[in-house]
């Protein structure tokens, strides 16, 4: 029995990163072997094993043959026979092929360490085309590794598979997993156009392919271009540590500019509407967790009028925040904020964009004046009980005047 580290902990010690886990490859060994030495199995579709004192996972070598469509279509062999190389011959990209001896000698049979030089991204084999779900985890990587790029070999095999409708096979509950883990990365801005550069964004998010090419007026977006907006707004929101639900909402907070009539272009009145509709209809079916969708919806509503901070009536910012759920739940607000504040960040560099940019001072006082107001002393002064909400909401104006003279 021989185990060697593989995968991302080689990768990312080779390039000088911190390694947060390591993943064992074990050869010349069987389950019985495995068992007998106390390690804990965990693999249900092929032999993985948790290691007795420091329950890393220790998976015995193994080949992968297809035998259907989609990503789960493999029949996999594991046997003392099989052997490392082979083992690393079926994965994904070659810097992920590279395995460590526990002497610390570097196995490395596809070029992983040339690629990582070079900063490539390359598939191992042919066999590449026959997991799908490939294609998300390379556009991911490309979020992480901001300095990569996808070799021009690997991309058209990568086209090649969209064709044959590979993607079309995989299951929202995958596509929602990757996309989170690729928007959380450095520069998820990457991963979107990896998928467009492919075919895969039109299959997975044919929504957000759809914006590319759609103009917007260039006084209030030099870069004119919506789907170049989303992804600035995105990296924005990577750029400023913002959490997954606000990162959601900024990729799907324009969906509705798709839909403006052509006669109207570049002008979008009205698109938040549709823009609501579509970031629920896309959560949805993409099964985001609900903290996703409810804030993706709020954002694409709300965006617009947000951004006119400066211009709105007190009574017209109570009402939004009252709308918005933003007294019960004042942390949900402050997220669209924060998205808000990222759509202002995306919009170029024109000098009207600039407080866009600025975190929105007059809604964070506005909300915490609202807030401020004392419901259970209204609510008893009031003689005429049916009185109460006009009577709190006529407070809360109240409130956000006085705080709008405090705010310089």
């Not at 009145?269 to 969708?293: D, F, I, M, N």
Request: glycine share 6%; with cysteine; proline share 6%.
């Amino acid at each position: 029995m021989q185990a060697y580290v593989v995968g991302g902990a080689v990768r990312d010690a080779l390039l000088g990163l911190p390694v947060k886990d390591r993943d064992w490859v074990v050869v010349g060994s069987t389950p019985e072997e495995m068992l007998a030495r106390g390690f804990r199995p965990v693999g249900r579709d092929f032999p993985v094993f948790l290691h007795p004192q420091t329950s890393e996972e220790y998976a015995l070598a193994r080949t992968e043959r297809k035998s259907g469509r989609g990503y789960t279509g493999f029949v996999c062999h594991a046997s003392p026979e099989v052997t490392l190389e082979e083992d690393l011959l079926r994965r994904d990209l070659t810097i992920n092929a590279i395995a460590r001896a526990e002497d610390g000698t570097l196995i490395d049979p596809c070029g992983g360490q040339r690629d990582l030089a070079a900063r490539l991204f390359r598939h191992v084999s042919p066999a590449f085309a026959e997991d799908p779900l490939r294609i998300l985890r390379v556009a991911r990587f490309a979020a992480r590794f901001t300095d990569f790029t996808v070799a021009s070999e690997t991309l058209a095999l990568m086209r090649q598979m969209v064709g044959a409708g590979e993607v079309d096979h995989l299951v929202a509950e995958r596509v929602w997993q990757e996309l989170a883990r690729g928007l959380m990365e450095a520069r998820p801005a990457r991963m979107i156009r990896v998928l467009r550069d492919c075919g895969a964004l039109a299959v997975i998010l044919p929504e957000l392919d759809r914006l590319f090419g759609v103009p917007q007026p260039a006084r209030h977006h030099p870069e004119i271009d919506t789907g170049e907006h989303v992804l600035l707004v995105v990296d924005a929101a990577a750029a400023s540590g913002q959490p997954l639900p606000v990162r959601w909402a900024c990729l799907l907070h324009d969906l509705g500019k798709a839909d403006t009539p052509a006669h109207l272009l570049p002008h979008h009145y009205g698109h938040e509407a549709a823009s609501a509709r579509r970031a629920r209809e896309v959560s949805e079916r993409l099964k985001a967790p609900t903290e996703c969708r409810d804030l993706s919806e709020m954002v694409a509503r709300e965006h617009g009028i947000l951004a006119r901070a400066d211009e709105l009536r007190p009574e017209t910012m109570v009402k939004l925040i009252e709308r918005c759920d933003g007294l019960r739940r004042p942390e949900r607000f402050e997220l669209m904020l924060a998205a808000a504040a990222c759509d202002g960040a995306g919009r170029g560099t024109a000098p009207e964009n600039a407080a866009a940019a600025r975190p929105l001072t007059r809604w964070y006082a506005a909300l915490a004046a609202v807030r401020g107001v004392d419901a259970g002393t209204i609510a008893r002064n009031c003689t005429n009980k049916s009185l109460i909400p006009q009577a709190l909401h006529a407070a809360r104006v109240a409130a956000v005047k006085a705080a709008d003279k405090e705010t310089p």
